[in-house]
């Protein structure tokens, strides 16, 4: 009986422990993915701490997949892949294809969306099993450890700036520099856009100008958020990676006339922002999910012409409880990725 690797999760917030499973078949529509490396986000502590119903022990976490294939299902040949063709799954690990959203063509915003570690095993492990319209294709510029982190923190930030309002030569936002954020003031910058980068304390500000922000604004600083937007001129967009809904609401007053807020970093607490701060400026506040398989494999793309790379620190599978405490306690500088290899 062949085996392969998995870290697992026995019970809700226990620790990721190695284990032997035996290798499984690719059903119908599906392909086993030979997982070289996977990204560790926070929305795993989701999954790890049983956080979301559905959840069923043991769980293997893991949506930011990147590896080959190495067996396909059948029809899978139908939708054009083949047995070593290097793809990613993010946390959009494939849709129902029934439900209204998916009738109208919205996949990642359906209402059974399937993600990897919550509805199937995910890629804290050397093999994984994944529908095929889940999958995009890897470039050949681009190695596992960086494909992995794209197909979700990537995707998050590249899509939350392209399909906003903000044009080449606009001046956009992003708050905070972290695992997300990192990618979006580069993303932002590639996209020819006058990049202002928001984090706490003067320590970021070299880093955000090495990323490519052409401006940085300390969130500790005795001016305030929204008024050092403003002695900028405002921000057409405002990005928010930051998981604090403080420091989200008090960059409101900083966007321009039509400006637009895109809420991506999660927080419990509910935005403090008064409808009088939307209205007189005809402002808009917009939610923004992650991204298609399609989303992905473009935001891949857009990455290796334009030198965007996740900032990654690499451990191997057997140390996955380790990591992900570490990205837990938010030691990691700015994703963690495990590597099967």
């Known amino acids: 009986m062949s085996t392969y690797t998995v870290a697992q ?8 422990e190695i284990a032997e499973r035996e290798v499984p078949e690719p ?17 795993d502590s989701l999954f790890v701490d049983g956080a979301v ?27 054009g892949w083949q047995v070593g063709d290097r ?7 494939g849709s129902c294809l029934h439900c209204t959203p998916c009738r109208q063509g919205d996949f990642i915003v359906c209402v059974n969306l399937k993600v990897p570690g919550w509805t199937y095993d995910g890629g804290f492990a050397q093999q994984v099993i994944a529908p095929v319209d889940a999958l ?7 190695a596992a450890s960086d494909a992995g982190p794209l197909a979700c923190a990537g995707v998050t930030v590249f899509n939350g ?16 520099i972290g695992g997300l954020g990192h990618l979006g003031v580069q993303f932002a910058a590639a996209m020819g856009m006058e990049t202002v980068a928001i984090a706490r304390g003067p320590g970021k500000a070299d880093l955000a100008k090495q990323l490519g922000a052409h401006h940085y604004v300390d969130s500790t600083a005795a001016t305030d958020v929204a008024e050092a937007l403003r002695a900028l001129g405002g921000v057409k967009v405002l990005v928010a990676t930051a998981g604090s809904s403080e420091a989200v609401s008090a960059t409101v007053d900083g ?31 917009r939610g923004h999910p992650s991204g298609t398989a399609q989303d992905v494999q473009e935001t891949m793309e857009f990455s290796a012409l334009n030198g965007v790379r996740p900032m990654t620190e690499i451990v191997p599978l057997e140390q996955a409880d380790e990591a992900y ?8 500088r700015f994703r963690m990725v495990l590597s099967t290899g």
Not at 56 to 73: K, N, T, Y
Not at 325 to 332: E, I, Q, T, V
């Open 161 to 176: 700036l392209r399909r906003s309002s903000a044009r080449p030569g606009d001046r956009v936002a992003v708050l905070g």
């Open 87 to 93: 793809v990613t799954v993010g946390w959009f690990g």
């Open 27 to 43: 059903g119908p529509g599906h392909v086993r993915i030979a997982v070289e490396a996977c990204g560790i986000c926070h929305s």
């Open 255 to 285: 966007l321009t006339h039509r400006g637009e807020l895109v809420v991506i970093g999660v927080a419990p607490e509910p935005l403090d922002i008064s409808p009088a701060q939307l209205i007189t400026g005809g402002r808009v506040v």
């Open 325 to 332: 405490r570490k990205m837990l306690s938010g030691a990691a």
């Open 53 to 79: 119903p559905g959840i069923r022990f043991p769980v293997v976490a893991g949506h930011e997949i990147a590896g080959r294939i190495e067996q396909l299902g059948t029809r899978a040949e139908e939708y």
């Open 136 to 142: 995009a294709r890897i470039p050949d510029a681009l």
């Open 9 to 16: 999760v026995m019970s809700a917030g226990g620790p990721l």
